[in-house]
C-alpha cells in the first residue's frame, strides 16, 4: 500500500478568531492559498520521485530534493504554527515550561525577546523557531531560512513564528515588528507545553494536534 498523501489540516478555529491581531482575510489567504501549495508541492515531488525510481536517468533527482525539503518543511511548520495560536491564548507559559525557559534564556521575557528579534531580522523569508535540542536537553531559539534552511539536526518544534511577507503584508504592510509584538496575544501556551513535554519526553510528536 502507498504511503498517504499529505493533506492541509483545517485551521482549528474560525479564520477571524484571532482578529484583531491577525485578521480573517490574512488568515483565509495565509492557510487556503500559501499552506495548501505547500501541501500541494509535496504531494507533486512525491509522485515526481516516484516516477523517477522507474527511470534511468536522475538527473532532476537534486532539484526534487531541494523541493521536497522546502514543501514539507512549510507543510510542517505551518500545521504548527495554527495550532500554536489560539483565540484563547497570551498571557505566560507556567509550570514545567517556565521552568526551561528560566533555565535556558533567563525567563520568559527573554525568551520573548529573542524570538521576537529572530522574527524580525530574518533576511528574506523565514521562521523564528523554538525548539527541543534532545542532545544537550534544552530549548534553543532557531533563525529558519525559507522553511528548511539554518535547522539543527533533531530539533523539535515547539513554537513556529512565520516571518515570511505573506504572514504579515494584508494586515501589517511594512510594519513587520508590529506583527512580530501582537501575535504573542494569541499564542497558544497549552499547545506549546504539551510539544514540550511530548519532546522532552521523547516521545514521537506530530505536527498537528
Ligand atoms: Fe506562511
Same mark, same amino acid.
Given at each position: 500500500m502507498a504511503a498517504e498523501s499529505y493533506t492541509l489540516p483545517d485551521l %482549528?478555529? @474560525? %479564520? !477571524? &478568531?484571532?482578529? %484583531?491581531?491577525?485578521n480573517g482575510h490574512l488568515m483565509e489567504l495565509h492557510h487556503d492559498k500559501h499552506h495548501a501549495a505547500y501541501v500541494k508541492g509535496a504531494n507533486t515531488t512525491l509522485e515526481k520521485l516516484a516516477d523517477l525510481r522507474g527511470? &534511468? @536517468?536522475?538527473?532532476?533527482l537534486a532539484q526534487l530534493e531541494r523541493n521536497l525539503a522546502f514543501n514539507v518543511s512549510g507543510h510542517v511548520l505551518h500545521s504548527i504554527f495554527w495550532t500554536n495560536l489560539s483565540p484563547d491564548g497570551g498571557g505566560e507559559p507556567t509550570g514545567p515550561l517556565a521552568d526551561e525557559l528560566e533555565r535556558s534564556f533567563g525567563g520568559f521575557d527573554g525568551f520573548r525577546r529573542h524570538m521576537t528579534e529572530a522574527a524580525s531580522t530574518v533576511q528574506g523569508s523565514g521562521w523564528a523557531l523554538a525548539a527541543w535540542e534532545p542532545v544537550a536537553g534544552r530549548l534553543l531559539v532557531q533563525q529558519v531560512? @525559507?522553511?528548511? !534552511?539554518?535547522h539543527g539536526q533533531g530539533m523539535v518544534p515547539l513554537l513556529a513564528i512565520d516571518a515570511w511577507e505573506h504572514a504579515y503584508y494584508v494586515q501589517y504592510l511594512n510594519e513587520k515588528v508590529e506583527f512580530f509584538n501582537a501575535i504573542w496575544n494569541v499564542v497558544n501556551w497549552p499547545d506549546v507545553q504539551r510539544r514540550f513535554e511530548q519532546a522532552r519526553a521523547g516521545e514521537l510528536v506530530g505536527a498537528t494536534s
Open positions: %482549528p478555529y @474560525d %479564520p !477571524g &478568531a484571532l482578529k %484583531p491581531h491577525i527511470s &534511468a @536517468d536522475f538527473s532532476t531560512h @525559507d522553511h528548511q !534552511g539554518n
